[in-house]
């Protein structure tokens, strides 16, 4: 199973997101545990995560938040903002994965 979260400011402007990335999983076959947190819960949620995507809105974090993820061995980057935008389910996922297979 893979398990790939995502973090925003508050939460929930990835929830539409989230939606469309287990849509796309299911469309594939893909096991997968998709879910979204604020920023302030990232840390701590990391621990269960395969991957971490974070909101273009919190790119400011991301030099915070991969210290945590190297320790964690987490690969972690920014969302496409594009992709964000647009609400690309499809998108994201194909970036989530990638990753978790680097």
Known sequence: MKKILLACSAGMSTTLLVSRMREEAKVRGIDAEIWAVT??????E???ADVLLIGPQM???????SK???ELETPLDVIDPKAYGRVDGKGVLDQALALITK
Do not use: R, V
């Open 46 to 48: 990391m621990e269960q």
């Open 39 to 44: 920023q302030d819960q990232a840390p701590s």
């Open 59 to 65: 790119k400011f974090l991301k030099e915070k938040l």
């Open 68 to 70: 945590i993820a190297d």
